[in-house]
């Protein structure tokens, strides 16, 4: 059993940090993808950042140039370091990744389950 837990959610005025990380535990052969997603009220879910094994990464238009992210394949941990923060950045923030149980098994879809990020005006 796969499980994914995320921390470093909290309330932060605008203009200030966060750093969020997410752990992938349990039966693990290689991890191929992992990505933050975020869902604010009343919106659909969208991709923040994503990173893929090899080390590539790709980010949501909105958070371009403020948030990075990075990954620990040795403890299958990923962070996301969130700066210069906004009010509309506000959302619960969900970790995912696409997992590999075994040699030459199909791929597995997990998500964590979600942490809140405040940010006031």
């Known amino acids: 059993q796969v499980q994914l837990v995320e921390s470093g959610g909290g309330l932060v005025q605008a203009g200030g940090s966060l750093r969020l990380s997410c752990t992938a535990s349990g039966t693990i052969f290689r991890i191929n993808k992992m990505g933050w997603y975020r869902q604010a009220p009343g919106k659909e879910r969208e991709l923040v950042a994503a990173?893929?094994?090899?080390?590539?990464?790709n980010y949501g238009d909105a958070v371009k140039g403020r948030f990075t992210i990075s990954g620990d394949t040795g403890k299958n941990a990923m962070y996301l370091q969130m700066n210069s923060l906004k009010p509309e950045d506000t959302a619960v923030y969900y970790c995912?990744?696409?997992?590999?149980?075994?040699?030459?098994?199909?791929?597995?879809?997990?998500w964590g389950q979600g942490t809140q990020v405040t940010v006031s005006s």
């Open positions: 990173i893929i094994s090899g080390g590539s990464t």
């Open positions: 995912h990744a696409s997992i590999i149980l075994k040699d030459y098994g199909p791929t597995y879809s997990y």
